[in-house]
């Protein structure tokens, strides 16, 4: 049964310079029809693969508090029209500090919400302009006090390190305002520069001055001991709650679980099958349109891949991946399958294994990809 659903809403009022995301300025563009497609996506999949309830739904983009608020009350509807939900739902919506006023905050809470994930990225200034974003830090305080006058209590934030220009000291700096905040949640990514960004082409000219390896690696060693330090539990790789606050949606992704993607380029996770929906908005309406289901592309996950995906997914989280539960979903031990690689790990102190537990020393973490890479294309089908 799936349990998690995302849905994307591709618009923005202004496109940051390292988002590769599928989204489009929002002026111009017809919102209100694609939110009718979108609903029209929902209804047609949840026919194919009917679910008594869903225990996550993740609101991203884009920007999806960038609609106004007629906009929004109107996909909030039509979630609640077509998404059967749990009690314990946790219902997430994306959000840009300065984008919230307090009636969109009011139709969020009306309709359900219970989690606000706020892009905040730095509380330094002259990065933020520097980065493309259209708030300054000052927007965050007053985003955040809003909310909680309103009644929201469970609020997250996302930062990134390592941007250009961006020294360690100033990257403290923002973790300091961070916990000033005392918020129940916080993620926290280095900047990865992905083509077709504005930071890519200034990259490929040489005009972009970013920290280093070295510099990078200190952020993410001082942003897991500051986190400690302030009582926040690290349960995956960039991510940071009190007790009780972990992201449900996020770890559905980490434990390898199923779940629906709806809106133009998401992707989705149905039976064994990855699928990816078609990216041009005008396209995905389209084929919506003419009630068809807008699929893009497909993968069928083969059994040695959704046991490689297991062991990769699964060493993002802080507790890693559970023997046990490996051998009842797959009937495999993964230190027998993955014997070599596991030694390997093992011997260059960058994972730990237990009787019941393979998971990431801190070493591991700060050269995360390099030992999920080590999964690739081991097992054989």
Not at 125 to 144: F, P, S
Not at 348 to 368: A, F, M
């Amino acid at each position: 049964m799936i349990k998690s659903a995302y849905l994307h809403i591709p618009f923005c009022e202004q496109i940051c310079h390292y988002c590769d995301f599928n989204k489009v300025f929002l002026k111009g563009q017809p919102v209100e029809e694609y939110l009718k497609t979108l609903e029209r996506e929902m209804q047609l999949t949840l026919r194919k693969y009917p679910t008594n309830h869903l225990d996550t739904i993740f609101v991203g983009g884009g920007t999806p508090t960038s609609l106004n608020e007629q906009q929004l009350e109107q996909l909030c509807d039509s979630i609640l029209r077509n998404l059967p939900r749990s009690e314990s739902l946790e219902f997430t919506f994306e959000a840009n500090p300065g984008d919230l006023s307090a009636q969109k905050l009011q139709i969020l809470k009306e309709a359900g919400v219970n989690r606000i994930s706020l892009g905040v990225q730095t509380f330094n200034d002259e990065l933020l302009q520097k980065i493309g974003r259209i708030h300054r830090a000052k927007d965050v305080y007053q985003t955040i006090e809003k909310a909680k006058q309103v009644g929201f209590e469970n609020i997250s934030i996302d930062l990134i390190f390592s941007l250009p220009t961006q020294t360690s000291q100033d990257f403290k700096d923002s973790l300091t305002a961070a916990f000033s905040l005392d918020l129940p949640h916080y993620s926290a990514y280095s900047l990865i520069i992905e083509p077709k960004t504005v930071f890519y082409n200034l990259m490929k000219k040489g005009k972009l001055l970013t920290p280093g390896e070295d510099t990078e690696a200190q952020m993410y060693e001082m942003l897991m001991e500051e986190m400690e330090k302030h009582g926040y539990h690290q349960y995956e790789i960039s991510n940071f709650s009190k007790k009780g606050y972990e992201s449900k949606h996020n770890l559905t992704y980490w434990n390898n679980e199923n779940y629906f993607g709806f809106g133009a380029g998401a992707h989705s996770y149905l039976g064994e099958v990855r699928r990816s929906n078609i990216g041009p908005i005008k396209k995905y309406m389209d084929t919506l349109l003419n009630s068809q289901l807008p699929v893009f592309e497909t993968h069928k996950v083969s059994t040695g891949e959704q046991m490689e995906e297991e062991m990769f997914l699964g060493l993002r989280k802080a507790k890693g991946v559970s023997i046990q539960h490996f051998m009842e979903k797959f009937d495999r031990d993964p230190r027998v399958l993955f014997k070599k690689e596991l030694a390997d790990l093992v011997e260059k102190q960058w994972i730990k294994v237990t009787e019941d537990e393979i998971y990431l020393t801190n070493k591991g973490r700060l050269l995360g990809n390099e030992v999920f890479q080590s999964f690739l294309g081991v097992v054989l089908n």
